[in-house]
């Protein structure tokens, strides 16, 4: 099967990802341009990965390309991303996939009355280890969930998260909550290990969400998080036969027993080339790679991004979304409440939106 032939629209640390996942994985991707806004930075970036790097639009198209990766600033992805939807490329659009909520509805629009073909890159529910998570919520052991307690992932990403791991679709919700800040030794970052004891102020976010349907979710984000020797991340998804706390399962099963189950032992280590998670003897979340048999040591967050890409093939010959657009734009107007409720220090509640 012919790789799928993509660009990239923009030069940041987000877009090397894709570069990155088509280098490991050549059978299935060929990455053919990244589009850069200045010749300095397109020349830099060439130099740096090996992969072509231009600033004219006109170049990127000549390639003929399968779909187009739109990773350039959030205050712009929503612009970019109508503009190569309408040149009538399937487009897959870094998060979130609009800053304000008018730009949110004109993205359905665009979708529903002029057949833009948009996907946004919500990764985290391929990410491995909360992929196996996703499957214990789904498989009953919890009885039907009702509370989840997540400190892991930011704005958006927690929203989709919290969502599938209480089996919801789009309901209407409240949230309110507050933000904090404290004071932490900075151990790690993108650039690299910190080593000089350095000290920063970083704001932590506590926000409750009551779903219509009566299910709770509890947020709790401190962006050191990602990159830090010294701060954790957490998972709690609780039912009335059971609870998922962290990588361990208590459940009562169908003899009325409790039983303790281990999943896996580091899960939020980035680690390289996962390609199953069990418990015990039951298969959690298989590797797509693997399963087509290539595994080339990718970390958990390219893995969930390669997964996305692996599925636009059926995306942009079936019409079979990877991630529903439906979704993708909910977790963006999640986002705005969350800011909303954070500034104004009060409860907000969610309209149904047109996507809904």
């Not at 281990?262 to 899960?267: A, H, S």
């Amino acid at each position: 099967m012919k790789p799928l032939n993509f660009v990239v629209i923009g030069s940041g640390w987000r877009s090397q990802f894709y570069a990155r996942i088509a280098k490991a994985y050549p059978d299935y991707f060929h990455m053919a341009a990244f589009l850069c806004r200045t010749k300095e930075k397109a020349q830099c970036l060439q130099d740096e990965t090996g992969i072509k790097a231009v600033t004219s639009p006109e170049e990127c198209r000549s390639e003929n390309p399968d779909f187009v990766v739109v990773a350039v600033n959030k205050d712009s992805i929503f612009q970019v991303t109508r503009e190569w939807a309408l040149k009538g490329y399937p487009v897959l659009c870094e998060t979130p996939a609009a800053m304000e909520l008018e730009d949110l509805q004109e993205l359905w629009r665009l979708h529903t009355q002029e057949g833009a073909r948009i996907q946004v890159a919500e990764q985290y529910f391929e990410y491995p280890v909360f992929h196996a998570a996703i499957e214990i919520a789904k498989r009953g052991y919890l009885g039907d969930p009702y509370m989840v307690n997540i400190s892991a992932v930011h704005d958006y990403h927690g929203a989709s998260l919290i969502r599938r791991l209480l089996g919801i679709g789009l309901e209407n919700m409240k949230v309110y909550g507050k933000k904090y800040s404290y004071p932490v030794v900075e151990t790690d970052s993108r650039q690299g290990l910190i080593e000089d004891c350095r000290v920063s102020e970083r704001e932590r976010v506590r926000l409750t969400f009551e779903f219509e349907g009566g299910k709770t979710a509890f947020y709790d984000f401190n962006g050191i998080q990602y990159h830090s020797s010294i701060r954790s991340r957490h998972l709690n998804v609780q039912g009335a036969r059971g609870e998922l706390d962290d990588w361990t399962l208590r459940y009562v099963g169908e003899d009325n027993r409790s039983r303790e189950l281990q999943i896996i032992k580091e899960p939020f280590e980035t680690g390289n080339g996962i390609k199953e998670i069990y418990m015990e003897q039951e298969l959690l979340y298989r590797n797509p790679f693997y399963e087509l048999g290539r595994i080339n040591g990718l970390s958990q967050d390219e893995t969930a991004i390669g997964t996305l890409m692996l599925g636009m093939r059926q995306f942009i010959e079936e019409g079979v979304e990877v991630y529903p657009l439906s979704e993708g734009l909910q977790d963006a107007y999640v986002r705005i409440l969350m800011e909303q409720a954070l500034k104004s220090g009060q409860m907000v509640e969610s309209e149904t939106q047109i996507w809904s």
